[in-house]
């Protein structure tokens, strides 16, 4: 089993002990369940009004339950209306992110998979950049899906033109659907970008949750939501597809099927995550390595513990980005891709040696 995960490209955790295993599971998950909420509410805190724990707590439950509020109304409103909504934003976007990476290694047999394969990301940055140089930056969300949307449905019919749904095909069609559309993006920004647009344009490219609202929650959430049911139910199914499409088909899978129904609900998720938080990389390809490093690869067990690290660390990278350099922010995206390209040579270094 771990050399046919191996020859699919999928991380092999080390060999471990049964029980060991399970320990180091129950541990993950339990940690990161408990630090999920935590890390909310801890980042909430974080800026420049001095809030307590209790403030933020008593605030949140006050809301819930329609009960008297804690702070004056400035201060609620930061907590209530400026933080929480951008904190489960990137909760919501780093959760899905992860996931979404977590079944594109698995369906491409491609350990460098990332939810901004077949396209997606400069779809999505097409559309976003056009409405930008439009001056209608309240349409940016449905032009950025929309982008998306369309990458995958050229990035298929470019497949389907080649000749099947294969994952080499598909991965060569997503590849030149996205070079045409980053192309497309490029010159835009240099034939109509003037000196404020230009820094907007940037700034969403670079992925940033500057502007998150409870808009921007519930759209990401429900994605989130609805996405996370067909993945989750397809766990059995994508551990057949790993050791190969003729060792699935042999288990009762329908691989066409299973591969295209796949695609386009991760498409579909990922164009919902980019509208609003911008192209935020890394996030897709690291997490879902780290946690089969410690939990192998049984996707029922990986999918929902991918959620909870990517949310986890989506929610403490946008705090670096919000508060390192106040009152000047970062793009998210530079916070991630500076830890993600270290942590990912360093698990490039253990999968070589595992192989040895």
Known sequence: MTSALTTAGVTPAPPQPQATRRAATLLTAIVLVLALPVSIVAAVLFGPADLQPSEVMGTIWAHLTGGDPVLSLTRDAIVWESRMPRVLTAAAVGGGLAVAGAVMQSLTR????????????????????????????IALPFAAFAGALLALLLTLALARAAGAFSPTTIILAGLAVSAVLSALTSLVIFWSAGNDTYREMLAWLLGSMAGANWADAALVGLAVAICAVPLLASARSLDALVLGDTAATALGVAVPRLR???????ALLTGALVSASGSIGFIGLILPHAVRAVVGAAHRIVLPLSFLAGA??????????????????????????????????????RMRGQRR
């Open 110 to 137: 491609n350990p460098l998979a990332d939810p901004y394969l077949l396209g997606l990301s400069s779809g999505a940055s097409t559309g976003a950049v056009l409405v930008l140089v439009l001056g209608a930056s």
């Open 312 to 349: 986890v660390f989506m929610v403490w990278a946008d705090t670096v980005a919000r508060t390192m350099f106040d009152p000047r922010e970062l793009p998210v995206g530079i916070v991630t891709a500076l830890i993600g390209g270290p942590v990912f040579a360093i698990l490039m270094m």
């Open 260 to 266: 295209l129904t796949l695609f386009v609900v991760t």
